[in-house]
């Protein structure tokens, strides 16, 4: 692991109207780790994710991606730097069709950009890396079906694929098995390790099993501020969190 | 075999009223020529009508398919700025098609362009310009000098136009002591609320209005007037025209005067009988147009004398023609393709002889201007096919 | 007081719902468990009268089938949406208000009742629902239904998607509910919080009812549970 | 300074009847989120009614009885076509109503043909009430402006204190969560579009005889009325009032100055006559006065998108 | 890719490079020539306008401005060329208003694409109404009330082409259409095309696939504004003359109504549109003062009943007929075509009649009507009209409900040949 942190949060703040919803986060996300998140409804996690998105602009304080300052940048320029993220309630192109999808996220990556001179079916890059994503996510029998309608977990599956096509290597998940059965959830754990290979991924869940299995290191958020950070075990025995978070039985 | 005549000009939308009414004067009087068998070798007229929607664009669009059925002949009158553009193309295509010529009549368009700068060997008008109506409307003007302030509101498109820089022109060569207190042009047919205009003409201190404005733009300007108690007198153009009686009601009555080349209560017992006759046909209108009925009465007699209906035969014909009509002759100018005739400055007023939309209410001759004194130099340099 | 007899339901030509029988008496807490997919969500959109279907469902004396959403509102059957719907646009206070049905007196639940229980609502009263974070339009819309003062309540997965201590006081709530006298009718998959609280459970697979028994019976059977709820 | 309280004067005058022409658009487009094309129409439809009574009862009978036909016309039409056309998105809800405004102005001329017909204003009102610098003010126009202020608060009462309009609010993006709350929302929605209906015709019943009456009236209301509840603020009643008070106004001052650009540069010592778009500069400002409230529009909708009052950005 | 699919596009564009070339030949009426004239533009202008409303998901009210601005230019240019100050050959204007539409597009379109959805479409309208009014202001450009006009028959004569008869300007119509038609359908197999897409589905999350949305409208905007130029001066070429109803809301409306009544969710679907709002309100304004009444029945009926437009029709039919099952509904649609005659017959009737008794300058009540003469006030006709709409009607409902089990039986068949 390198010493620059992937993300850095530093007195992060953000204000609606009068109400502080985050107040002062400051958190390391190390390189290659996998980190989640966790915390009570309404702490503001989805909150922060929107933030380091630049989907919403702190009120004050500083976010940096790899030591760069991406304060206040707008969403498509951050993501341009290699970050991407996923959405808690599904968002994608419903008129279009899976792979279509897909291709839609390797577009600018693969540096076609605003092209309106480049054929699509001729670039063959941008096929076969959509190909081979479907692959992995098990859509490949779904490849011409319209995103609109397909079944709820394919839908999650495919916004992960979206999140990861691109070839970020910062990865943000927000409650990425949520709505999901125990089996779903099993095969949308394995994928997600898969495809986040040698990645950065900051994630927020609720399923406590999922937590365990996959953070690297968890971080609780507690009324807009980060109260503990550590390995799942040492998370799982503090009292705080099992105070504030957990309640009194552990998953 | 017919000899179409095209008629082009708006049936649908806001001024297809006023479109209506011309298309009945000519299918009037193509049916009395065609029963009294005024054309030669059995030929008859045929009034095809045509939607322009009042548009430009759309007049040339209605013209090709006009060409399409082989009509040689078209009359417009509603709007100047379509009369450029059918002059423009007209020229153009007989141009292009030597042989196949087209003819245009026009009955109504008065900016005086059409018959000056932009003149043309294939337009004939047989109503008198903005000029030179301004010129009969500025001599009674002379006797009026009651009348200290003026104010002109025009629509804004070339007719309106004309009409204020005429008027401008005029009152300071015959009336210098007049003052013109104020001009406005306004859009075409989109001002709902006129209470503004009047308002101003109000704080201006007008006697009097000049306004070549017709169909909505003048009922609402009139009545926006009434509602304000604006006292002036307007001296317009258009007031006979289809709706706007009924619409100025009695707020008309001995305030709005008009000019134009014949009006029905002047007295004339055979004009009194195309009145009645009209009235019993198509009782939603009146005659109005008397230059109609000049118009296809000297179109007859040019095929008779050309002995063809073939439209290159019937412009020279047409040329420098004169004819007499009920209340006196009237001269096509070879010059200018101009026709010459008597002009009428009348009142609307209440008991007359004839009324117009039922409404009660009619025109009162003011005064009369003879032929001779309505005559104005052009600047046309007519070219003539060979 | 809820009679369900060979109810069949249909999303266009499809046909979902494959004639199930279901009961609920007065005051008991009953819940319908089953995979993803199953037909629960569209068992009580049934009910609501939100999708197409045929067979009998007796309320009380009244048959509901053929009747309106809103007339079966009216006849006192709550519904809390799977995925919540909150107005967003309006404001937490109003939210709660849309719930209250016109023409009727003081029910068994009132704002304030809402705002006690879950004192985070009162901090948001006047915040557009729409800015509330997930687990707080899940209570929001709980209550909301609340206000309608419903004999029979039917809740669509309400711990989706909440933190543990929360899950906590949805349980606490349902209970709450059936304390003041009206039953329910719980959709889970999870087995968070049903069978601690139902008197009985269905479990449901492919349209149909598969099993419908207390929870200790469920808890025993194990290959029903392999075979129809992957535990 | 005498003057300008009468322009001002007079901008009101002018204001409240944009008020009365626009406040059932408001209401239905501020509840429904529908962008009422045919709105128009209906005041036309208003006017021919209320004429049709008229020659037979009289005009006040027609006051009465018109809008309510309308308004029944426009429940009608709510409750067999728009609803269908609503599940397949506002934009086709709009092409509707579209349609529905050529619809309604060819059935007009079908009825009544294309001429205006003679419908006046009542005898009863037709006489001057009061005169400011000159110029009198007629007792129909005072009756005008009173009919648009209680329209104002009429509609005020309905939006702002009731909870139907919450509960439209909440219908828009989940009518059926609404409708099984216990409210029957497609009633609701058929009585929102009639009442908003139903005010377009009685601003029709009232309008049609101070202008004209004939199948061009819709057409030349036209989007004036959209102006109007853009600048105010989508879906802000109190918006929609301002609006129309301040475009009243700017108007019927407009007309009022004529100056132009040219001149005033030319006070100063600057001259525009060369510069490029001359014509533009030398315009009078009273020549330019009826492309203001549009000009006002576009710089409203990019500077604040959600017009003056407007709570909602779409 | 096998040899067939490759050069299916090929084959398909030099098919109708082929059938526009016989055009004139089959129709060589003036008349028919002109109705194919306003076609070809109609298709550039209505493609052009589903860059915004069917690919980008923008509604626009104001998309004659681009049309009306790039005529003008074109033909301001073509009065420079008969001034001798332009040497550019005539058929080669287009470029000219096309880049003034797009540079307008730029303008305009840098201000509107920063919103999107009602508000974008408001400010469509707003831009619309404010150049139509300045058209009244500014008249050395567009000329008032009269517009501007020019003579075709000018400058370098290119491959011929004199541009005199109406067939050298069917030709130049014809090539710019196929030109304009085919690289708008290349441009939405381009990243940019697709991403508009993607913008219209999902504006959010395109930004987080590293594009912004508002640039992706920006171009797409843009473009569609060089493309509506090049319709403007076709018109302009066409008719060597253009008003400032051209850049007016009801150009702006009848674009609208042609991309949508051909259905904006398939690539040629303005097409269908554009021939069929054309026909409808060229061929059918000659024949009756109704032409309006209809229009806005049939443009109702087709959002109402069907929202995906004429192509959209078409395109349900496509796996019918790929599954071969078409017989199968013929039967039921020959049944309903009858009963809709029926009602259709009646309501002509009627709507005629009506018309006629309302219209003033009707000279007598007597009418024609398909070359029958009757009596429009008798009795007689209304019963006959009334009552073939009212047993139309009647029938109609009930073969409807047969196309309906017809679509059934097809379906089921489908959807068991797609499992096996
Ligand atoms: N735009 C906003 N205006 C006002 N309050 C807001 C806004 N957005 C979010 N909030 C508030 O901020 C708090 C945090 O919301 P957030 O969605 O980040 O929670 P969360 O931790 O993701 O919860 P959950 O797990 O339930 O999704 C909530 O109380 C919410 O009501
Ligand atoms: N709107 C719809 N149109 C067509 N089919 C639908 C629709 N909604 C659900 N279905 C189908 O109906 C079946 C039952 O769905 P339902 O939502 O009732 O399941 P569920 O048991 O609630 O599962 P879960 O909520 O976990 O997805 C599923 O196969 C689903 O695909
Ligand atoms: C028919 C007339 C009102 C037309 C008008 N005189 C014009 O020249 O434009
Ligand atoms: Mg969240
Ligand atoms: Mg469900």
Redesign the interface.
């Known amino acids: 692991m390198s010493a620059t942190p992937a993300i850095s949060l530093q007195d992060v703040e953000k204000s609606?109207g009068s109400?502080r919803i985050i107040q002062g986060a400051t958190l390391d996300v190390l390189d290659g780790e996998r980190h989640a998140i966790?915390?009570?409804?309404?702490?503001?996690k989805?909150t922060l994710f929107h933030l380091i998105s630049g989907h919403l602009v702190p009120t004050s304080g500083r976010i940096e991606l790899r030591g760069r300052d991406i304060t206040g940048m707008a969403p498509y320029r951050i993501n341009r730097l290699g970050l991407s993220r996923s959405f808690?309630i599904t968002t994608l192109f419903h008129r279009m069709s899976v792979v279509e999808n897909i291709r839609c996220a390797l577009y600018y990556p693969l540096g076609y950009r605003y092209s309106f001179w480049r054929l699509c079916p001729r670039l063959k890059d941008v096929h076969e890396r959509a190909d081979e994503i479907l692959e992995r996510l098990g859509l490949t029998g779904r490849r011409d079906v319209m995103a609109g309608m397909l079944?709820?977990?394919e839908q999650r599956a495919l916004e992960i694929g979206l999140t990861v096509a691109g070839g970020a290597d910062v990865i943000l998940l927000d409650?990425p098995t949520?709505?999901?059965?125990?089996?779903?959830t099993a095969r949308a754990v394995d994928l997600i390790r898969a495809l986040t290979e040698n990645k950065t991924l900051v994630m927020v869940e609720?399923d406590?099993s999922v937590v365990f299995e996959l953070a690297d290191r968890v971080s609780v958020l507690l009324y807009g501020e980060v109260i503990a950070t550590g390995t799942p075990n040492e998370i799982k025995s503090s009292r705080q969190v099992q105070e504030?978070?957990?309640?009194v039985?552990v998953? | 075999e017919p000899v179409k005549i095209a008629y082009i000009d708006p049936l649908s939308g806001g001024f297809a009223n006023i479109g209506n009414a011309g298309l009945a004067h000519f299918r009037f009087m193509a049916e009395q020529l065609n029963a009294e068998n005024a054309l030669p070798d059995g030929l008859t007229y045929e009034i095809v009508p045509f939607d322009n929607k009042i548009n430009a664009a759309e007049s040339l669009t209605v013209l090709q398919s006009a060409i399409d059925q082989g009509i040689r002949y078209v009359v417009q009158g509603n709007g100047s700025s379509v009369a450029h553009a059918l002059v423009d193309a007209i020229n153009k295509y007989n141009q292009r098609n030597p042989g196949e010529e087209l003819l245009f009549l026009n009955y109504a368009a008065i900016d005086p362009a059409l018959t000056n700068e932009k003149c043309s060997f294939w337009h004939f008008r047989f109503d008198a310009h903005v000029d030179m109506k301004i010129a009969a409307m500025t001599d009674y003007l002379v006797d009026r000098p009651e009348i200290k302030k003026i104010y002109l509101i025009n629509q804004d498109y070339s007719f309106g136009h004309a009409v204020a820089a005429a008027a401008e022109k005029m009152i300071a060569e015959k009336r210098p002591d007049i003052e013109i207190v104020g001009n406005d042009l306004h859009p075409l047919v989109k001002v709902k609320d006129f209470s503004p205009y009047v308002a101003k003409i109000q704080q201006s201190g007008a006697d009097a209005v000049i306004t070549g404005n017709w169909g909505n733009d003048l009922s609402l300007l009139v009545n926006a007037g009434k509602d304000s108690g604006l006292d002036v007198e307007w001296l317009t153009f258009y007031a006979g025209l289809l709706g706007g009686v009924s619409a100025l009601g009695d707020a008309g009555v001995d305030h709005v005067r008009q000019i134009s080349e014949w009006h029905s209560n002047v007295p004339n017992e055979e004009t009194d009988a195309i009145v009645t006759e009209f009235k019993a046909q198509y009782p939603e209108f009146d005659w109005a147009y008397y230059r109609v009925g000049v118009l296809m009465d000297m179109l007859t007699k040019a095929i008779n004398e050309a002995g063809s209906a073939d439209p290159k035969a019937v412009a020279f014909a047409l040329e420098d023609m004169r004819i007499d009509t009920p209340v006196g002759e009237v001269w096509m100018r070879k010059d200018d393709h101009q026709s010459q005739q008597k002009l009428y400055l009348a009142t609307l007023a209440k008991g007359q002889k004839f009324d117009l939309e039922n409404s009660g209410i009619g025109f009162k001759t003011d005064q009369e201007f003879a032929l001779e004194d309505t005559v104005l130099p052009t600047t046309c340099e007519m070219q003539r096919p060979e | 007081m809820l009679q369900v007899r060979n109810l069949n339901a249909y999303y266009g030509?499809s046909h979902v719902i494959d004639g199930i029988d279901l009961d609920v008496e007065a005051g008991q807490i009953v819940s319908l468990m089953g995979?993803?997919?199953a037909g629960r969500s569209t068992t009580i959109k049934a009910i609501?009268g939100?999708v197409q279907a045929d067979g009998s469902i007796r309320f009380g004396d009244m048959e509901l089938l053929g009747l309106?959403?809103?007339q079966?509102?009216?006849c006192g059957v709550?519904?809390v949406?799977e995925n919540r719907?909150i107005?967003?646009?309006?404001s937490v206070r109003?939210?709660l208000?849309?719930?209250v049905?016109?023409g009727r007196g003081k029910g068994r639940w009132s704002p304030e009742d809402a705002y006690d229980l879950f004192p985070?609502l009162r901090?948001r009263a006047d915040?557009a629902a729409g800015?509330?974070?997930?687990?707080?339009q899940?209570m929001l819309a709980m209550c909301?239904?609340l206000m309608?003062d419903p004999d029979l309540v039917m809740v669509d997965e309400p711990t989706?998607?909440?933190?543990?201590?929360?899950?906590?006081k949805v349980k606490e709530l349902l209970l709450e509910i059936a304390r003041r006298g009206a039953s329910i009718l719980l959709v889970e998959?999870?087995l968070t919080i049903a069978p601690e609280i139902s008197e009985r459970l269905y479990v449901m697979g492919h349209g149909r009812i598969v099993f419908s028994g207390t929870p200790a019976e469920l808890e025993a059977d194990h290959a029903l549970r392999r075979e129809w709820m992957?535990? | 300074m005498e003057g300008w309280i009468f322009f001002l004067f007079n901008g009101i005058v002018y204001g409240l009847l944009l008020f009365m022409m626009s406040s059932g658009l408001t209401l239905i487009f501020s509840m429904m989120g529908v962008l009422n094309f045919a709105h128009a129409s209906f005041y036309m439809l208003g006017a021919y009614f209320a004429y049709q009574i008229s020659t037979i009862v009289g005009f006040w009978p027609g006051l009465v009885v018109a809008p309510i036909l309308v308004g029944c016309i426009g429940a009608l039409v709510e409750r067999y076509f728009l609803r269908t056309v609503h599940r397949h998105g506002h934009v086709a809800e709009l092409l509707f109503t579209f349609g529905l405004a050529l619809l309604i102005e060819e059935t007009v001329v079908l009825i009544w043909g294309r001429n205006p017909v003679p419908y006046s204003v009542p005898l009863d009102l037709d006489f001057a009430l009061f005169q400011i610098g000159g110029t009198s003010y007629s007792a129909y126009k005072i009756f005008m402006m009173a009919v648009s202020i209680a329209m104002f608060v009429f509609l005020y009462g309905i939006i702002a204190r009731t909870?139907t309009g919450?509960?439209i609010?909440?219908a828009l993006?989940?009518p059926?969560?609404?409708?099984?709350?216990?409210?029957?929302?497609p009633r609701i929605f058929m009585l929102v579009f009639g009442a908003g209906t139903g005010l377009a015709g009685l601003a029709g019943v009232i309008g049609g005889n101070a202008f004209v009456t004939e199948p061009g009236m819709a057409r030349a209301l036209g989007t004036i009325v959209f102006v109007v509840i853009i600048v105010g603020g989508l879906g802000s009643l109190t918006g929609a009032f301002i609006a129309s008070l301040l475009i009243g106004v700017i108007q019927t001052t407009a007309v009022a100055i004529d100056v132009s650009l040219t001149d005033v540069f030319a006070t100063v010592g600057v001259n525009l006559q060369e510069v490029p778009l001359h014509e533009l500069w030398s315009k009078r400002i009273s020549d330019v006065a009826p492309i203001l409230p549009y000009l006002l529009m576009v710089l409203i909708l990019v500077l604040r998108p959600r017009g003056l009052l407007g709570t909602?950005d779409s | 890719m096998t040899l067939g699919s490759r050069f299916a596009p090929l084959a398909l564009v030099l098919g109708t490079v082929v059938l526009l070339a016989l055009l004139p030949h089959m129709f060589d009426s003036r008349y028919a020539l002109t109705l194919l004239n306003q076609l070809g533009i109609g298709i550039v202008f209505a493609l052009s306008y589903n860059m915004l409303l069917g690919q980008s998901g923008l509604l626009s009210f104001g998309h004659a401005v681009y049309f009306g601005l790039g005529g003008f230019t074109a033909l301001h240019a073509l009065n420079a060329i008969t001034d001798g100050d332009l040497p550019l050959p005539v058929p080669l204007l287009p470029i000219v208003g096309g880049l003034m539409g797009l540079a307008v597009g730029i303008i305009l379109g840098w201000v509107s694409t920063r919103r999107s959805g009602t508000i974008f479409a408001m400010i469509s309208l707003g831009f619309a109404e404010l150049v139509a009014a300045c058209s009244n202001i500014i008249r050395g450009y567009f000329g008032g009330e009269e517009g501007i006009s020019g003579d075709r028959m000018s400058g370098p004569v290119l491959f011929d082409l004199t541009m005199g008869p109406q067939r050298d300007v069917y030709y130049v119509i014809a090539a710019w259409m196929l030109v304009s038609a085919l690289l708008m359908y290349l441009i939405t197999q381009t990243p940019l095309g697709r991403m508009a897409n993607a913008v219209r589905d999902n504006p959010q999350r395109v930004a987080f696939v590293g594009y912004n949305p508002q640039t992706v409208r920006f171009l797409m905007f843009a473009l569609s504004g060089f493309f509506a130029g090049i319709a403007g001066s076709l018109f302009a070429i066409n008719f060597e003359i253009i008003t400032a109803q051209a850049v007016g809301i009801e150009y702006s409306a009848s674009v609208l109504m042609m991309a949508y009544i051909g259905g904006t969710g398939y690539f040629l679907g303005p097409v269908l549109g554009a021939i069929i709002y054309t026909a409808l309100s060229i061929v059918l304004s000659a024949y009756t003062e109704a032409w309006m009444f209809y229009l806005g029945v049939f443009f109702i009926i087709v959002v109402v009943y069907a929202p995906n437009g004429v192509s959209g029709i078409l395109a349900v039919h496509e796996p019918v007929l790929r599954a071969r099952l078409m017989h199968r509904l013929l039967p039921a649609y020959a049944l309903a075509f009858v009963t809709g005659a029926i009602l259709l017959i009646g309501a002509v009737v009627v709507i005629e009649s009506s018309y006629h008794l309302s219209q003033p300058g009707a000279l007598t009540t007597t009418m024609s009507l398909g070359g029958i003469e009757y009596d429009a006030d008798a009795w007689r006709a209304w019963a006959f009209g009334l009552g073939a709409l009212a047993v139309g009607a009647f029938l109609l409902r009930e073969t409807i409900r047969s196309v309906g089990g017809a679509w059934?039986d097809v379906?089921t068949r489908m959807g068991g040949e797609a499992a096996a």
């Open positions: 609606f109400t966790i915390g009570p409804n309404g702490a503001g989805s808690q079944s709820y977990a409650e949520a709505g999901m059965s125990r089996s779903e609720h406590m504030a978070y957990l309640g039985e998953a | 030509k995979r993803n997919g609501m939100l309106e959403p809103h079966i509102a009216h709550g519904y949406p719907d107005f967003p646009s309006l109003n939210n208000l849309l719930g049905k016109s985070v901090e915040t800015f509330l974070s997930g687990g707080e899940q909301r239904t309608g989706e998607g909440l933190a543990p201590l929360m899950v906590a998959q999870k992957e535990v | 909870r919450q509960i609010q909440a993006t989940h059926e969560t609404v409708g099984t709350l216990g409210h029957n929302v909602r | 059934a379906r």
